[in-house]
């Protein structure tokens, strides 16, 4: 009978850890997702990829250089398609 009552006492203990344990789990994701999806608002918009006219890689239009010919992914490769500035 002792032994019966202490393991009904272990698993309850153990019961209580687990349910305590996946709570505070759960808080936590449901704070990140929160913080997450305030923080991802103003940036939830995609920008417009382009590819360079020299070499082809795809990058943001903002960070690329355009010149006359075509838009290009840096002044170095502007310059290499002796192309000038606009």
């Not at 019961?15 to 913080?35: E, F, G, M, P, V």
């Not at 795809?58 to 838009?71: E, L, N, S, Y």
């Not at 840096?74 to 192309?83: E, G, N, P, V």
Request: charge should be positive; include cysteine.
């Amino acid at each position: 009978m002792k032994i019966l009552l202490l393991l009904l006492t272990i698993l309850f203990a153990v019961w209580l850890w687990r349910r305590n344990r996946l709570n505070a789990l759960n808080d936590r994701k449901s704070k990140s997702t929160q913080t997450d999806s305030s923080a991802n608002n103003p940036a939830s918009e995609p920008s417009p990829m382009q590819a360079c006219s020299h070499c082809g890689v795809h990058m943001p239009t903002a960070d690329m250089v355009q010149g006359q010919r075509g838009i290009y992914c840096s002044l170095a490769h502007c310059q290499a398609a002796a192309d000038n500035r606009v």
